[in-house]
């Protein structure tokens, strides 16, 4: 990890001393230009949750409220040409960057997602799975002309087609009892949205369950593993490798979302500090 941090020109937002520990690392830039710097063959596994490219004025429905769609200029289109070159770009490094061995997952509505895939395929990727996360609380349609949008589409692809990638098989099938399907909303284990423990310090538009990137990693890494989110957002993916005992690099232009990440993290250690210290007195 050490290896890698010192081959990147920026300086880490956090940690601010680069003597300190390198398990959790993150960078306020922008993802390719970090990517670029980044050795080749040297991240196990990425996941991604890219703008989906959805602010255009509208509106939808959020806890009961009519609210604008508009999250900032990171997520206003350029075109449907121009958002397909970018989803090629950042996928370009990250195809790069990833281990012979290594998967990425790539999160996304109906409004990105095929770009995503098609670029996936122009690029060599080997496609996976196609997982269909089923939301069972989704918003409603205000304008009562289309379905409710109640899923959403997540990509697994390993670097290439000689790829030997990691599936924590019997992991996953331990879940469910049986083998695990590519809809995830389980009788006994259903991933819902996140929790109000998940937004004590604050809120992202796109924010992702816990869980789902516990599932993701867990199944799909093994421990001390690398995994590198190039849109950070509100850094659940990097707390999910954190509980899993992987190293974590993430990247994000919003300074806003990378305290919050900051601070969910800093929860997480203070948890950790607790736990080893209950765990102390009851042996004593």
Not at 16 to 39: C, D, G, H, T
Not at 57 to 63: N, Y
Not at 99 to 118: E, M, Q, Y
Not at 151 to 163: C, D, P, Q, R, Y
Request: proline letters at 5%; glycine letters at 6%.
């Amino acid at each position: 990890m050490k290896k890698i941090i010192n081959r990147i020109p920026q300086k880490p937002y956090f940690p601010k001393k680069i003597n300190q520990p390198l398990n959790f690392v993150l960078y306020k830039a922008n993802s390719i230009e970090v990517m670029q710097s980044i050795p080749d063959e040297s991240i196990d596994l990425i996941f991604a949750d890219p703008p989906y490219f959805l602010s255009n004025g509208g509106i939808t429905c959020h806890a009961g409220k009519m609210v604008s769609v508009n999250k900032g200029k990171w997520d206003k289109s350029k075109g449907i040409e121009a958002n397909h070159e970018f989803n090629k770009s950042w996928l370009k490094e990250c195809q790069r960057v990833l281990t012979k061995d290594g998967s990425i997952w790539v999160s996304g509505t109906a409004h990105i997602i095929h770009s995503v895939g098609f670029a996936m395929q122009q690029l060599g990727f080997k496609l996976l799975n196609d997982i269909v996360w089923f939301k069972i609380n989704p918003p409603p349609n205000l304008a009562c002309r289309y379905f409710t949008h109640s899923t959403e589409t997540i990509i697994w692809a390993a670097k290439n087609a000689k790829s030997k990638h990691v599936f924590n098989y019997k992991e996953m099938k331990a879940i469910t009892g049986k083998q695990m399907k590519s809809t995830w909303q389980d009788l006994f284990w259903s991933i819902t949205p996140p929790k109000k423990e998940e937004k004590k310090h604050g809120k992202h538009p796109t924010q992702k369950p816990i869980e789902l990137l516990d599932r993701i990693i867990k199944s799909s890494s093994i421990e001390g593993d690398i995994v590198l989110d190039p849109f950070n957002g509100y850094g659940t993916s990097g707390i999910a490798a954190y509980r899993l005992n992987r190293k974590y690099i993430g990247i994000d232009i919003e300074k806003d979302y990378l305290e919050a990440t900051i601070n969910r993290y800093e929860d997480e250690k203070d948890k950790e500090k607790l736990f080893a210290k209950d765990a102390k007195e009851n042996i004593v």
